[in-house]
């Protein structure tokens, strides 16, 4: 059985949870519950960062210690992750013990292969970003995110990252699509072409942080000791058998880490690259750029609440070219959710059901002659979960959903064509074979489904009374069986109002 490792990033504890986390989570969440279903063993972590000034800073604001804060705020992620129906195999928080341990020697190997120098910092800081600035790379005295910076100037340990130019660029050279998308990989290759400086790995100014071995008054960089969470949980760290990580998504915010940082670290480690860095896009709130000073961040537990955490899901993995900024807006929701799944598929599956029970005594129906239209929609229907194979290969969420669309689309062209309720006056044998290619139509859209909307596919399935099912069942060997007694249809995808 081959393995896949997914990993989303680990989220700062600094604030509540908002439709940003939700976002990557729910990618990452779609992915491996897709990898298992056809077949994969799968290791999905997450998880939250809880160390550095950043979040320091929040803690001292909310007149609390910082491990109680952390303990406090991190447990509102693990809240999300079950209302948001995630899978994830592990929750890392970099605040537990097996996590510092192993960063601890991480740094030694660092040190021991010549790759940790003691210098002093002088530069800017921008504690939202976590991040190092240049002078020349300011926008108004901001960082180029408009994040405030700050000047520091303190003692501080380096990592050669200027030694590594050469080595990132091979990297994107023999693994081209290490960073996806494309535009963002030719970002990332401007960066590092244009020259690397050694990045400043410790600070002395605060004491919320892994402490740099052997070295009082430094804790370690934020960032250096988060990128290792990716390792530090698995049982055999970089010797495991899910070394190297299949899957990094990250927003394009953190790109740079995750792309140019992170291998870096890798290798003067001397442990495998990961296989590839996905950056989407960023949500926006009917237009407007997120934040807490707008006072319109969204906040993914009332909007469950609302519209249940199906539609939320579907709505955020469908609505956007997964890699493309997409914007929140709740006629936006409305409409992608009443025309795919409510209209398209919902009305269907509860026309079909309805009329079965009401006229075939809730049996599925025989299948006698099939005629080449009913083989057409049958072929799309068992090429559906390659063709999403397909565009999960190069993390396409949106396309592959589209293919379960596409497939309703047809299954409602079919319909006009064979309108069931004519037939049943005309032509019983006919009508029965059009109403079960319909159902056998419906039971692989809910296995296609079930990545993405798990509980309302489990209820489509379960009222063709067939139970979770891989995709290795969405083929003709695992067909419905004719003469089986169906349970009465109750809606599955309501229209919103
Ligand atoms: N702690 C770091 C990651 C360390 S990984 C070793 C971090 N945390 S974060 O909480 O600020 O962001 C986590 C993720 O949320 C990022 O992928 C980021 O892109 C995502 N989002 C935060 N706001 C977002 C939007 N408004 N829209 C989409 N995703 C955004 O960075």
Avoid at 101 to 122: F, M, P
Avoid at 164 to 193: A, G, H, T
């Amino acid at each position: 059985m081959s393995k896949y490792y997914v990993a989303t990033p680990i989220y700062y504890v600094n604030d509540s949870p908002h439709i940003g986390h939700a976002y990557t989570t729910t990618a990452a969440d779609f992915i491996a519950r897709f990898m298992r279903l056809d077949g994969k063993k799968v290791l999905f972590l997450t998880g939250t960062d809880e160390h550095g000034l950043k979040i320091q800073k929040a803690a001292q604001k909310a007149e609390m210690e910082p491990q109680a804060f952390t303990d406090l705020v991190s447990q509102r992620f693990r809240d999300l992750n079950r209302v948001m129906n995630f899978t994830e195999d592990d929750f890392i928080r970099t605040s537990a013990k097996r996590h510092k341990d192993y960063v601890s020697t991480i740094w030694q190997r660092l040190v021991d292969n010549g790759h940790i120098y003691l210098d002093k910092y002088a530069g800017w800081y921008a504690v939202r970003d976590e991040a190092f600035y240049a002078e020349d790379e300011l926008v108004d005295g901001k960082a180029p995110t408009g994040a405030e910076v700050e000047w520091v100037e303190e003692p501080s340990y380096f990592f050669r990252l200027s030694n590594f130019q050469d080595k990132l660029l091979q990297l994107y050279e023999d693994q081209p699509d290490f960073i996806l998308p494309k535009s963002r990989r030719n970002e990332v290759l401007s960066f590092v072409k244009a020259g690397l400086q050694d990045l400043s790995v410790s600070r002395t100014s605060f004491s919320w942080g892994i402490p740099v071995p052997g070295a009082s008054g430094h804790v370690m960089y934020v960032w250096l000791d988060a990128l290792f969470f990716y390792l530090s949980s698995l049982e055999d760290k970089e010797k495991s058998e899910f070394w190297p990580c299949d899957l990094h998504i990250v927003g394009k915010d953190i790109l740079r880490f995750h792309a140019v940082y992170w291998p870096a670290f890798l290798m003067a480690a001397g442990i495998e690259v990961p296989h590839r860095v996905f950056a989407h896009g960023w949500w926006t709130n009917n237009g407007e750029k997120i934040s807490k000073s707008l006072g319109n961040v969204i906040n993914p537990l009332e909007l469950v609440k609302e519209f249940g955490v199906d539609y939320i899901r579907y709505f955020m993995l469908r609505e956007v070219p997964f890699g493309n900024d997409g914007n929140y807006s709740r006629t936006a929701l409305v409409n992608r959710i009443n025309a795919e799944l409510a209209n398209n598929i919902g009305n269907l599956m509860q026309r079909v059901t309805s009329f079965v029970h009401a006229h075939n005594n809730g049996i599925i129906p025989q299948c006698s002659t099939i005629q080449p239209e009913d083989r057409v929609l049958l072929e799309q229907a068992y090429s559906l979960i390659d063709k999403m194979r397909q565009e999960m290969e190069t993390q396409g969420l949106n396309l592959a959903i589209g293919h379960v669309v596409e497939l309703g689309n047809a299954a409602n062209e079919y319909v006009s064509r064979n309108p069931f309720w004519e037939l049943r006056k005309t032509d019983n044998a006919r009508m029965q074979t059009v109403l079960y290619v319909l159902l056998e139509t419906m039971r692989i859209i809910g296995i296609a489904l079930q990545p993405i909307v798990p509980d309302s596919a489990t209820k489509l399935l379960a009222q063709l009374e067939v139970k979770q099912s891989s995709f290795a069942d969405a083929s003709a060997d695992k067909k419905l069986i004719s003469g089986q007694q169906l349970v009465p249809p109750t809606p599955v995808f309501m229209r919103i109002q």
